[in-house]
T-cell receptor, first 115, second 117 residues
Framework: DAKTTQPPSMDCAEGRAANLPCNHSTISGNEYVYWYRQIHSQGPQYIIHGLKNNETNEMASLIITEDRKSSTLILPHATLRDTAVYYCIVRVEFGGGTSYGKLTFGQGTILTVHP | EAQVTQNPRYLITVTGKKLTVTCSQNMNHEYMSWYRQDPGLGLRQIYYSMNVEVTDKGDVPEGYKVSRKEKRNFPLILESPSPNQTSLYFC????????????????FGEGSRLTVL
């Protein structure tokens, strides 16, 4: 069973904020939310992660709801180069359970940024 | 430069001819894993390794073998490839993820495109 669900595709205008949702309603207390993106057929690239607090780095912001059942990745000023597949996954900390090594990426969200 | 290196990047082979896709990382990462990517199915985990001599099945292990004799290497072995193993394969590695000491970020290789005729 998928641990996360994402919309299959989204569009965004260049220069506007892209808000990508992810549902992880069965997330455990020691599971972190991660976001990766994949441009064309390159290897996925890490974007950001968080446990329960909102996080921001030079690439994006991550908003996690208080109940932790969903999150939103925000690209504040999307560019054409942000067109990619975005994956939301959950990962438990090492020693946090037998599911540590097993990661499920799913199909992700295809974000298309248009001029 | 920190990287995960896969070889070969492209391979066309025939059914039944054993092949190995190598994966090597230079970051002293404990965790390594293999994924395959097929249209419409996203990334699916084949096998993973928590450390040397410790491997376990992912979601789609059938038809594959792995070994982890050294920390830096995690080869994927197809003993008798079949056409349904035609796919794009990715290797990834990370430190053992501990939220207070590291990000647990996965570093991916550039991918190996395998075609089995």
């Amino acid at each position: 069973d998928a641990k996360t669900t994402q919309p299959p595709s989204m569009d965004c205008a260049e220069g506007r904020a892209a808000n990508l949702p992810c549902n992880h309603s069965t997330i455990s207390g020691n599971e972190y939310v991660y976001w990766y993106r994949q441009i064309h057929s390159q290897g996925p690239q890490y974007i950001i992660h968080g446990l329960k607090n909102n996080e921001t780095n030079e690439m994006a912001s991550l908003i996690i709801t208080e109940d932790r059942k969903s999150s939103t990745l925000i690209l504040p000023h999307a560019t054409l180069r942000d067109t990619a597949v975005y994956y939301c996954i959950v990962r438990v900390e090492f020693g946090g359970g037998t599911s540590y090594g097993k990661l499920t990426f799913g199909q992700g969200t295809i974000l298309t940024v248009h001029p | 430069e920190a990287q995960v290196t896969q070889n070969p990047r492209y391979l066309i082979t025939v059914t039944g001819k054993k092949l190995t896709v190598t994966c090597s990382q230079n970051m002293n990462h404990e965790y390594m894993s293999w994924y395959r990517q097929d249209p419409g199915l996203g990334l699916r985990q084949i096998y993973y390794s928590m450390n040397v001599e410790v491997t376990d099945k992912g979601d789609v292990p059938e038809g594959y073998k792995v070994s982890r004799k050294e920390k830096r290497n995690f080869p994927l072995i197809l003993e008798s490839p079949s056409p349904n193993q035609t796919s794009l394969y990715f290797c990834a590695s990370s430190l053992s993820f501990r939220g207070t000491t590291n990000t647990g970020e996965l570093f991916f290789g550039e991918g190996s495109r395998l075609t089995v005729l």
